[in-house]
């Protein structure tokens, strides 16, 4: 390598290439229609609740606290790897060469959820408190500044503390941002400047500390390792993924769950498919948080028509995703050993799914009982989630 600007360029290409490899089994297929069914709900969920919200409504707070929550979360990404903490010593003093292109990307590749947030708010901002379009321009190019204040941050409070109590520094960001933007938003102009003021000194501490120390390379090593953990895991959802394998824990709690499967022969693979279940933390995590989406849908969602193709939606991503999950294991077992039908673990699987299916339609149905909307329509919620279930059970192989 002639430079560590190239290495950067290397790294960078190889990991497009990863993430173009696995997206593409994560935006294609069932996922896509699910996609557009939810991004459709709650695009005419937001528009219909628009036309009656009420003009006391507090949008400020509300956009305030959404775009300092985007904005404070900056987590660099450096694509470091472990023998870099070797490699790369002897280099520490030209590190700008490889972490200024990172930061970029860092900065672009994060910048769009805050700006996709704000985009969002843009027609609550203009019907709600009345802001013209050069404010809403202006509020627009001050949240790109913003990120780009809050990457540069994180990355030296990192540097400069080897990332120690992260959070701290992300809470005072938050802290600040959120009192800065309120402020802005409401016409408080000398107090969101004090803010701004806070903000630079801030900034201008940690870049003086960073100087002080020797670049933690261990930090941003874990930091990037832990990074593309969680995306490969997300990707395991919907393809095999080498790099990772699932973590597994006993979960005392719901030790009596098994009591629901009778010990008998024919139930033997009943009992392993729940236990696999039960303890793989990929399936059962998977499985809690689209049932926790399904039932805050069933709380927040007031027009029926969109909970129920919401809800729907949700049901489908459940059942295809555990159904393939849970039948697409290679590994040896030893129930392989002994004759038994051949789709006895497929039978077990869809009694699996049923069971736990049902247990989403009560959480669902808790969820109409929270809101209080008792219409033939509402109540119809629960149902379509079980009848998407069944089908989906039925239809995909």
Same mark, same amino acid.
């Given at each position: @390598? ?20 696995? @997206? ?12 557009? =069914? ?49 490699? =790369?010593?002897?280099? &520490? ?5 490889? =972490? ?42 001050? *949240? ?9 941050? &994180? ?18 960001? =938050?802290?600040? #941002? ?11 102009? $000398? ?6 003021? *806070?903000?630079? /000194? ?9 100087? &002080? ?6 930090? %941003?090593?874990?930091?990037? +390792? ?29 030790? %009596? ?11 033997? +693979? ?27 849908? !069933? ?8 909970? *129920? *193709? ?14 393939? !999950? ?9 129930? #392989? ?10 039978? !077990? ?5 049923? /069971? ?5 339609? $009560? %959480? ?13 329509? /509402? ?13 989906? #059970?039925?239809?995909?192989?």
């Amino acid at each position: @390598m002639n430079n560590l600007r190239e290495v950067w360029s290397k790294r960078f290409v190889y990991y497009i290439n990863e993430l173009q490899k696995y @997206m593409k089994y994560i935006v294609s297929g069932h996922i896509a229609i699910v996609f557009v =069914f939810v991004i459709g709900a709650a695009g005419y969920s937001y528009s219909e609740w628009l036309k009656t919200a009420p003009l006391d409504f507090p949008v400020f707070l509300l956009v305030a606290f959404l775009l300092s929550l985007t904005i404070t979360i900056s987590t660099p990404v450096t694509l470091m790897k472990n023998a870099d903490s070797v490699y =790369f010593l002897p280099l &520490e003093t030209k590190l700008d060469e490889y =972490f200024k292109p990172a930061l970029k990307w860092t900065y672009f590749s994060t910048v769009f959820v805050s700006a996709l947030v704000f985009v969002v708010s843009i027609p609550m901002l203009t019907k709600l408190s009345g802001l013209i379009k050069n404010e809403i321009l202006f509020l627009f190019l001050l *949240i790109l500044v913003l990120k780009y204040w809050s990457m540069q941050v &994180e990355y030296s409070y990192r540097f400069a503390e080897s990332g120690k109590f992260v959070w701290v520094d992300r809470f005072v960001r =938050f802290v600040l #941002l959120f009192i800065g933007l309120f402020f802005l938003l409401t016409g408080s102009y $000398v107090l969101a400047i004090a803010i701004a003021f *806070i903000c630079v /000194m801030y900034l201008v501490v940690w870049k003086k500390k960073m100087k &002080e120390v020797a670049f933690p390379f261990d930090h %941003f090593i874990n930091v990037e +390792q832990s990074r593309m953990m969680r995306f490969y895991r997300f990707a395991n959802y919907f393809t095999d993924v080498p790099h990772i394998r699932g973590m597994t824990k006993r979960r005392k709690l719901l030790n %009596f769950v098994y009591k629901f499967v009778p010990y008998k022969q024919q139930n033997a +693979q009943l009992y392993l498919v729940l236990r696999t279940f039960i303890r793989t933390d990929d399936y059962f995590y998977l499985w809690v948080r689209l049932t926790a989406l399904a039932m805050l849908g !069933a709380i927040f969602i007031p027009m029926p028509i969109v909970a *129920i *193709i919401f809800t729907g939606a949700l049901a489908f991503a459940t059942v295809i995703q555990l159904k393939h !999950a849970l039948l697409s294991g290679f590994e040896f077992r030893m129930d #392989l050993l002994f004759p038994i039908d051949s789709n006895a673990r497929l039978l !077990a699987v869809e009694k699996l799914l049923r /069971m736990f299916q049902f247990v989403q339609v $009560v %959480f669902v149905l808790i969820g109409i009982i929270i809101q209080g909307q008792f219409t033939l329509l /509402m109540l119809l919620v629960p149902v379509i989630v079980l009848v998407v279930s069944e089908l989906t #059970l039925r239809i995909s192989k």
